[in-house]
């Protein structure tokens, strides 16, 4: 019985070989074929889309090929995302690969279009990921954004994700990713925010200075583009949308400038730590909607001319700095009222609070938010001052 | 593919199969048909007629039963009342100095009357010799086995029984660490070439009434003397009697080494998992017997085997009961993980290169991307040839004289890799990833047949097929080793079927205080160890 | 079968719980079909509850008779020819449960993985293996089903925490006033409906080892609640890290959660664990579930041994795979939505109420049979 087992084992591997072997391995393909793309550029014109991407080169482990560029940068149109990535082959010598690609940038055209129509591609694919950055290229087409920026042999789109990442130290400008970005639109009560990318000429004495990549643009990653559903209608600026991160709980660091106690000078306050949440209440059919920030800072840079080490002083500075974040957070509300939108997710504290009224409000809420009045209340402590008693400038009194 | 091409396949099939089985039949003999072979060169048994009086005779029957070979030393010697004698031994097995002065000269000295011949039994001749260790001989059988087992015989002219006298001296090696298993704490001996060292050895260790030697010869033309050694009352009776059945029934023409044994009594004989463990050093072999397994010596091997042997064994090391349990888990937990990655690394590195490269961190992927830019083969075959270059340099090290051995090898892995990357043969990447699984290999020595077999296979599925073919491979030896038995023992108990004692020494060490019971899966009897 | 195998209580436990591993790592009926929404995981432990419920009558059967497997009881119930009219149905039954399996884990391989294989291929790199594990037999697969079940766990904790960062638990927020009733309810069936491992574990209760004190019941209750507890912890993670609406379009909600992971840049895409994990089960399931229609049917038959018949059946799986449009995407997806629970709830629940209404009727005769 062992040996007869033992046949049919051995007849079977024999097969299995002869098929496999004779037929060759499908799927497989070698790293020499793929193109790995580092960042993307859709442009939606009127009928078709142009795709612009780059194409990291591989970095060889010997030194003399310091100077080839790390990146190369092919065009290609379709009717859809992957009709443009499979007509690229009829220029490219190899198969695009999406998987590592570290940021998409879309044209605003696309954006209003509706980003979803764009997105499904990424959603589907069995080789895309989630966590990519997008982005809308403000004001001028993708394609000029792509590819500018970084060191020499920095690949671009590699510098551009790190600058989006620094977007968590200054507050004014978003990271979000193609899963953040659809995980709000499919909730209830909240519209969808994508980040802004601009192209910036540098200055004459940028462009005089020993440089390495003698570029004229370099871009800036800075403000927001604001959806409703998941069409574009409008921006907000670098301070507005640190107005949005404050309320939306989403400040990791930053610096505030206000006043100083003695009003002739300013000082600016590094944000420790930020709370911020939001309350809506409905009574009588009224609603009252607030947002509370605390925040932790801590005094970075002082030029007046008072003395700072009493408590009188330092409260004075925080509540010019609470004064300066409300000033942020409702220019930043006033725009999205404008805007007709709720980027802030009011709409979600009534639906998991009220959610038998939700149901009713649910389709006009957009319009109800643009006619309500918002409060902010802002709580700023600042328990550090750094390691120096009297600012230098304080000398000069004495 | 239509319908047609299926019922086609099928019909190839069924002509592949009859085919491929009548091949078959003439290349794989049953193993135990060969039976009748062995009589026919069987050595006739001697006339066991005894040996008879006249001493003459006795020794022209000896000299042409050793076919006149000049190591078999026939000394003839006369008492001195003149009553001849002779001295049988093979030269260089026997002590000279303690057969002259301690047998020969006393019975020349005391024996100056006729008592000798008067003596017909062998009680009163024993007075002639002051030695211990005497046996009588009644059959040329027995003195044939004598003589070759190393023991002298003196015939005396007269008597028709001869004497046995046992002083064994044969130039063995010392007792010294043995290469192959060192430690850095405990203790440095190891089994050496001669069975009876070996007993005392083991027998030193375990110093308890309770432990038996049994013996059997095993081997036509060899007839090697082979031990069992137990310890009564804790051994599992079910275990022992296997050994025994198996052992009885090998019949094969010599057994060199232990090796060869190990291939007639192991429980499956196609798998590449051995289920026979062998170790060179006498704490370990106690400290097996002391859990319930049984030892199995062989004359002439240093290597001692011990069944049942469990996948844990392999996985444990001395040092790891005269450690502190710290270090011994976390060495534990690294030869663990060092197995699991010396199987598995090639196979997974391939497949996650060429078929998955949406499963490498971006990071990595550039590197890679640009290590393999000149590189003819694809990575599959590129491992391949790593794997079997690797080999080579393994086989061509054992075999080099010691002098130019580690110079060569140093020299030319360094060489050979380097200058291979820059040549633009291999990818540097593969480089790494092969000789990380060259030095994980050696961390469990006991298992390295089962890791090259297996990792070539696993790299081969997972060059067809990515990921899929390689975990379908993982499960396939999975299978296979919980399907084993080790003389009745399942091969990877503790953990399958699951075993709380057990576990307590499976990849963290639990104190020695706290573990209290002898493991119950390999002998119920006596499980306390205190 | 000549001689009887033992296995122990906790390799017949993982057994089954690697089984059922099957529906949380791949669609999830509770995140994609109903209710769908942030409620889920009220209903994945309600379904825990229900299979509880749903398994009364063969509880009580097996408490009755125990020294048979749930085959030869029926005959002994319902009379021979009835009883092996029945059997041979259930080992059908099985069958199909196996070739739902084996399009599921191709489906997932084709879209995922490895998109451009054949179905040839990958039929023969998963039949071959579970023929050699049905081969050697339950106590084989029983000791490997500890290994594959430490290891699942293992890379399922691995990833929670991994993925903690990514968690967002506001999503659960308005608990269980959107949904009704009704929802959570269809839902938790839904999911209890899909048990169909439930025979497995029936048929082996015979071969645990008696020497161990045991009750069916403690059993069967320890795996529902592990398994639910499992199954709730990955409704939880999934839905969390992809917010509601995105988990309910997704095919395979939690594998694309754990494609989110990305920690300091360089632990990312470790998703290999869980692919490896998922084809584990896959065979399991397969072996596992062929042995048991083989056994069965070995019995029916009075065959003594059941290893003739696993060939026959992995035969007739890989042709109605191969020559039948059954992998079709649109057939599938109905099949496995709108029918196969209903099936296998069939099997699970109503045709052994009969037999214990059966039972109850003739329980005079059947006196000599019980304890």
Known sequence: ?398 | ?530 | MPKLEKISAIQLISMILINRFLFGFSFMPTVTISPANQDAWVADILSGVMVLLFAIPLLIMASKFPNMGFNEYFQVILGTFIGKVVCFIYSLYLVFITLLTVIFLSDFLLSAVLPETPMYAILLFMLIPCMYASYKGLECIARSSIIISTFIIFSIVLYVMLNFNNMDFEVFHPILLDSTLSQIAFGSFNNAARFSDCFLFFLFLTHVDKTETYTVTKIFIILVVTFTLMNTVLTVATQSVLGVGLAKILRYPYFTSIQQINLFSIIQRIEFFNVIGWIVIFFFKICSTILAAAIIMAQVFKVKSYKPFVIPMNIIIALSVLLTSISHYAIFKTIITDYAYLVIFTMNFIIPTIVLAVYIFRRKALEKYNV
């Open chain 2, 1 to 530: 593919m239509g319908k047609l091409a299926y019922i086609l396949i099928v019909k190839i099939i069924i002509e592949v199969y009859v085919m491929l089985k009548k091949i078959f039949e003439k290349l794989i003999p049953d193993k135990k048909t060969s039976t009748n072979n062995g009589i026919e060169n069987e050595i006739k048994t001697p006339n066991t007629n005894g040996i008879s009086n006249n001493v003459q005779k006795n020794k022209e029957i000896l000299q042409s039963k050793f076919k006149n070979s000049i190591d078999v030393i026939f000394y003839e010697f006369e008492t001195i009342s003149g009553i001849k004698a002779i001295a049988v031994y093979v030269e260089e097995i026997v002590k000279k100095e303690v057969l002259d002065r301690d047998v020969i000269n006393p019975f020349i000295l005391k024996s100056n009357d006729n008592e000798v011949t008067k003596s017909v039994n062998f009680e009163t001749l024993k007075k002639f010799f002051p030695v211990t260790n005497l046996k009588e001989i009644n059959g040329f059988a027995e003195a044939i086995t004598s003589i070759i087992n190393g023991d002298t015989i003196i015939l005396i002219d007269g008597l028709s029984f001869a004497t046995s006298i046992s002083c064994r001296g044969w130039e063995k090696r010392s007792i010294e660490e043995p290469a192959s298993e060192t430690v850095i704490r405990g203790p440095k001996e190891g089994f050496i070439e001669s069975i009876n060292i070996n007993r005392c050895l083991i027998r030193r260790k375990i110093k308890n009434e309770n432990l038996v030697f049994l013996n059997m010869v095993i081997g036509r033309q060899t007839r090697t003397q082979v031990n069992i050694a137990y310890i009564e009352g804790i051994v599992s009776a079910d275990v022992l009697m296997e050994v025994k059945n198996r052992l009885s029934n090998i019949d094969i023409d010599s057994i060199l080494d232990v090796g060869n044994l190990e291939e007639y009594i192991e429980d499956s004989h196609i798998s590449p998992i051995s289920t026979v463990g062998n170790t060179q050093k006498p704490d370990i072999v106690a400290a097996k017997i002391l859990e319930g397994r049984v030892a199995i010596l062989c004359d002439g091997s240093p290597h001692v085997l011990t069944v049942p042997h469990l996948f844990v064994e392999t996985i444990q090391s001395s040092e790891d009961y005269y450690n502190r349990p710290y270090i011994a888990t976390g060495l534990r937990i690294i030869r663990f993980v060092a197995l699991i990655l010396s199987i598995v690394f090639p196979a997974f590195y391939v497949s996650l290169e060429s078929f998955h490269q949406t499963m490498i961190p971006s990071v990595f992927l550039i590197t890679m991307a640009g290590a393999s830019l000149g590189t003819p083969f694809p990575a599959f075959l590129e491992a391949l040839l790593m794997i079997v270059a690797f080999e080579f340099l393994k086989e061509s090290g054992t075999r080099m004289p010691k002098a130019i051995g580690s110079a060569i090898s140093i020299v030319g892995a360094l060489v050979l890799g380097d200058a291979a990357v820059k040549a633009g043969i291999v990818s540097a990447d593969l480089i790494v990833v092969i000789a990380f699984t060259a030095v994980a290999t050696f961390i469990v020595p006991a298992l390295n047949e089962m890791v090259s077999l297996y990792r070539l296979i696993l790299l081969c599925l997972s060059g067809l097929m990515g990921i899929y073919g390689m975990t379908a491979g993982v499960f396939v030896m999975i299978i296979h080793a919980s399907s084993l038995r080790s003389f009745g023992i399942p091969y990877l108990s503790p953990i399958a079927p699951v075993n709380a004692q057990g576990l307590k020494d499976f990849i963290v060490r639990f104190p020695l205080w706290s573990m209290k019971d002898r493991p119950n899966f390999i002998s119920d009897s006596n499980r306390k160890r205190r």
């Open chain 1, 1 to 398: 019985m062992k040996d007869l087992f033992f046949k049919k084992i051995f007849l079977i591997i024999v097969i299995i070989l002869a098929i496999l072997f004779s037929t060759g391995c499908w799927n497989r393909r070698e790293l020499s074929e793929i193109g790995i793309i580092g960042a993307a550029a859709i442009d939606a014109e009127a009928d078709k889309i142009k795709l612009t991407y780059e194409v990291i080169t591989p970095k060889r482990l010997d030194t003399k090929s310091g100077d080839e560029a790390p990146a190369s940068y092919f065009q290609s149109e379709g009717e859809t995302i992957f009709e443009a990535s499979r007509n690229s082959t009829l220029k490219l010598n190899k198969k695009l690969f999406w998987s590592h690609a570290n940021v998409f940038y879309f044209n605003e055209m696309s954006a209003k279009d509706g980003l979803l129509t764009y997105l499904d591609f990424f959603n589907r694919g069995h080789e895309s990921r989630g966590y990519v950055n997008i982005a809308i290229a403000k004001g001028e087409s993708a394609y000029k954004i792509i590819g500018i920026g970084g060191l020499k042999g920095e690949v671009p789109s590699s510098y551009v994700e790190a600058v989006f990442e620094n977007s968590a130290v200054n507050g004014k400008a978003a990271s979000i990713k193609i899963v953040d970005f659809l995980k709000t639109y499919y909730e209830e009560g909240i519209e969808p925010v994508v980040g802004a990318i601009q192209t910036i000429k540098r200055n004459e004495t940028e462009l005089k200075m020993p440089t390495d990549k003698k570029e004229e643009y370099m871009p800036l990653v800075e403000g927001l583009a604001v959806f409703k559903e998941d069409i574009l209608v409008g921006f907000f600026d670098g301070i507005q949308t640190r107005g949005f991160n404050f309320a939306r709980d989403k400040i990791k660091s930053g610096i505030i400038v206000s006043a100083s106690p003695d009003g002739r000078g300013v000082n600016s306050i590094e944000i420790i730590k930020s709370s911020g949440k939001l309350n809506v209440q409905i009574k009588d059919g009224e609603y009252y909607c607030t947002v509370k920030i605390e925040i932790n800072g801590m005094l970075n840079e002082e030029t007046g001319k008072e003395d700072i080490s009493n408590l009188e002083a330092i409260t004075k500075i925080e509540n010019n700095t609470s004064e300066n974040i409300k000033n942020e957070i409702k220019s930043s509300i006033k725009k999205a009222q404008e805007y007709k939108t709720d980027i802030f997710g009011f709409g979600q504290s009534i639906h998991k609070k009220y959610p038998a009224k939700w149901k009713i409000i649910k389709n006009d809420w957009n319009d109800i938010f643009s006619t309500l009045e918002i409060k902010v209340e802002v709580k700023t402590n600042i328990e550090k001052v750094g390691v120096s008693n009297e600012q230098l400038s304080a000398k000069e009194q004495k």
